[in-house]
């Protein structure tokens, strides 16, 4: 499918589709304050909702606008954490604000439960795992902006090599346990979704500059107003640095949202995003030896580069027929392409062939790295469209309160792999030595009903179902270690059933959750079906997941929340190392368990004492178990899931404007591989990765009537110096230590 093609069938479904909704009522902002004092019903009934508005109410709702719409997994009420089935994390724009976070991972280093692995120091691709899940790529997590999935093919090939840049993200949701079951096609570890401006009501504008060490420039801008009854924002980014280790970057950001009504019932927003990045990512990393001599050695795959471009289009559409019965279609389409070129080398010495260049010691097997003169582009482009209508439906049968959730999406997604063989370093083409294409239609389908049974009992059981059709084909290969050309094609098809329940029970004050549901992941194309076009009956992922906890929000300065969690998978798919004999990327680590428990408390310190300024501490840790059962690796914890994690905060803001926060996070051991080996291999792909703390600083002023403002940032405060992975193929140090200052004004 080419780029013009897919863009043509996602206007043609646009228009096609006359009616779409999902909650008509407006919608606060995503709150940054506990939730409501006053207990409120656990669900309302149709009556409630159609009740006439006070005196002077009407005509407040008539001249107020039309809520934007978005689509949002945790929802958009007061208490909407407090109905979900499963422990759940809300981060609001005014914390993301206070943290001044240079990267996504910044912020999800926040959520309790979630593993957040470095990978160059510059934060351009997420690599984030969920309760002991490998971190590699995200591709073990659902990781979505605005509702719509951000991995390249979301059933295919579901990793992260473009990830949302932190300066569109607005607020952050996560949902883990049954509550993520209206979300697929990942429903293993969680959800998380990134939510984007919103177009405003009136004109305003922000204006932002920055820079730091090592070269490191952004810009930042964005504009929203009105034009009649339409609303919308335009948001831009220009970053640019010289990055860690000589990793040079530069990447730009364009968002534009158009939010409108489209009847007296319905309400559209229409999204559009481009993306693109390019920068010395490469996946040789440090061997033992030159990480022991100096860990800031500059890159020493200089000439590697990698380029991603992403262009995005969403459309959201609410219809409510009545106020008890709302419908949403929700119609997203996506293209991403992806150039990685890495010149060619060997770890030991091949005989007959003329090196470059040689890095390291030669005389030790493994500690030098043998660079060839050729290079080797991989070319790879993905489309992606998807179609989901969602109807909500509430309803009463004697005195239980019903809220009906029931959906179904079709999704086809294509990917176009080609792989070059370069005859100098640094050519971005060269002889194709590979070609494939896959495409995958997937169908799913989902009905969810929340249960209130009294004011306080909310019993939420629901299902989804999965289904994924593949193929393979493979134009030209050069298995046999010659190129050439071939017709080798493949089918494969998974079906998945995936039920769940989910309960929730007291107040908004104090409540107590748990639930059990089937998570899947289906198999990746590649896996699933042989270079040959043979159907590998690979088992899809599977996993049973049990939870239980409680939140808490009594008196008004506290808010916690306590989960414990088992996740008992019988396929799980870890990454491969050569100590495991694995020539792939991935390799069957078949049964795993997962177990351990996780927390959150935030104290409002300057609202419990009166004070005239905001002291708020934050505390968060989790303590995952999670090992191999049955098997070669019986008993060993799984590759990149440390037992232990905590992150915590303070910050403090004076009402003249001037704030201050120190950000505090911890990893635990890792080992890096299914042997749990400890001793550090000459190559350093091998060995423990040993724990790190990090400390982040940020100061900040902004004068009220001006809005101008000024910003101080200290990344890695303390200058650690820390192995941050072992993946790809060696030592990848994490960020060190960066300072950046910003100007900003804004008018809001």
């Known amino acids: 499918m080419r780029p013009r093609t897919l863009l043509g069938s996602f206007f043609l479904l646009a228009c096609a589709t006359e009616a779409f909704a999902d909650e008509a009522k407006p919608a606060p902002p995503i709150p940054d304050a506990p939730p409501n004092e006053a207990p409120a019903k656990a669900e309302p009934s149709p009556e409630d909702a159609s009740a006439k508005p006070k005196k002077g109410e009407a005509a407040e709702a008539q001249a107020a606008p039309p809520p934007v719409i978005e689509v949002s997994v945790i929802g958009r009420s007061d208490d909407a954490l407090q109905k979900v089935p499963g422990s759940g994390t809300l981060i609001g724009a005014k914390e993301i604000r206070r943290s001044m976070p240079a990267e996504t991972g910044e912020i999800l280093r926040r959520v309790p439960g979630l593993v957040v692995r470095p990978e160059e120091g510059l934060g351009l691709r997420l690599n984030v795992g969920m309760r002991g899940l490998d971190p590699t790529r995200s591709r073990q997590v659902l990781i979505l902006e605005d509702g719509m999935p951000v991995a390249i093919n979301p059933y295919g090939e579901p990793d992260l090599y473009y990830s949302t840049p932190v300066e569109r993200i607005r607020a952050v949701e996560v949902v883990k346990g049954s509550g993520s079951i209206l979300f697929g096609p990942q429903t293993i570890g969680g959800v998380v979704n990134f939510l984007t401006a919103l177009p405003p009501d009136k004109p305003e504008w922000s204006l932002e500059a920055q820079a730091g060490q090592r070269n490191y ?10 034009a009649g009854d339409a609303r919308y924002v335009l948001q831009f980014t220009r970053k640019q640095g010289d990055g860690f280790r000589n990793i040079e970057f530069h990447a730009t950001d364009f968002m534009g949202k158009i939010a409108f009504p489209t009847s007296a019932r319905g309400e559209a927003t229409f999204k559009i995003a481009v993306y693109d990045e390019f920068s010395r990512s490469t996946y040789v990393g440090l061997t033992r030896r030159m990480f022991e001599l100096d860990p800031r050695t500059p890159s020493i795959a200089p000439h590697d580069g990698f380029n991603v471009r992403r262009y995005d289009a969403s459309l959201t559409h609410e219809y409510r027929f ?7 279609t929700f119609i997203y389409g996506y293209i991403t392409d992806r150039d990685w070129r890495r010149q060619n080398y060997d770890r030991d010495a091949k005989p007959d062939v003329t090196y470059e260049r040689i890095v390291g010691d030669p005389s030790v097997s493994g500690a030098a790295v043998f660079f060839r003169n050729t290079s080797m582009v991989r070319d790879r482009d993905y489309q992606v469209l998807g179609i989901e209508p969602r109807v909500e439906h509430r309803f009463e049968t004697g005195r239980v309160r019903h809220t009906l959730t029931a959906g179904a999406r079709a999704h086809v997604e294509t990917a176009d792999r080609k792989q070059f063989q370069g005859d100098i370093v640094d050519t971005a083409a060269g002889n194709l030595q590979d070609r494939e294409h896959h495409r995958t239609f997937a169908i799913a389908a989902y009905a969810q009903d929340r249960l209130a049974f009294r004011d306080d009992l909310l019993v939420t059981p629901g299902v989804r179902v999965e289904y994924a059709a593949n193929l393979r084909s493979v134009d030209r290969t050069a298995e046999t270690g010659t190129s050439r050309d071939v017709t080798n094609r493949g089918t494969s098809d998974s079906l998945a059933v995936m039920p769940g329940i989910g309960m929730v029970y007291g107040t908004p004050k104090l409540n107590f959750f748990g639930g059990v549901h089937v998570g899947y992941a289906p198999p990746r194309v590649s896996a699933a079906i042989s270079p040959g076009g043979q159907d590998a009956q690979l ?13 808490l929000a009594r008196p008004k300065w506290i808010r916690a929340e306590v989960t414990g969690f088992i996740m008992s998978f019988r396929n799980q798919i870890v990454t491969g190392t050569e100590a495991s004999g694995q020539q792939s990327e991935l390799a069957n680590g078949g049964r795993t368990l997962h177990r351990g428990a996780e927390a959150q408390v935030t104290l409002g310190i300057g609202q ?6 905001a002291i708020d501490v934050t505390g968060r840790y989790t303590f995952s178990v999670s090992t191999f059962r049955g098997g070669p690796f019986d008993g060993n914890r799984l590759p990149y899931a440390p037992l232990h994690t905590a992150s915590a905060t303070l910050d403090v803001e004076h009402r003249i404007g001037l704030g201050a926060q120190v950000a505090w996070s911890y990893l635990s051991d890792q080992f890096a591989d299914e042997y749990n080996t400890v001793l550090v291999d000459p190559t350093g792909r091998l060995g423990v990765v040993p724990g790190y703390h990090l400390v982040d600083v940020a100061l900040r002023y902004r004068h009220a009537k001006t809005g101008l403002g000024a910003l101080l940032t200290v990344k890695n405060a303390l200058d650690q110096v820390f192995v941050a992975t072992r993946l790809p193929d060696g030592i990848q ?3 060190f230590r960066q300072v950046n200052v910003g100007l900003r004004w804004d008018h809001r």
Do not use: F, H, V
Not at 539 to 551: C, F, H, L, V, W
Not at 608 to 613: D, G, I, N
């Open 608 to 613: 419990a004492l009166s004070l005239p300024l």
């Open 733 to 735: 140090t994490g960020g």
């Open 539 to 551: 088992d899809a992922e599977e996993s049973t997941n049990y939870e239980i906890g409680m939140r």
């Open 217 to 226: 420039y952004k810009l930042s801008g964005l504009y929203g107003g009105t």
């Open 322 to 328: 009545s106020e008890a019965t709302r419908l949403r």
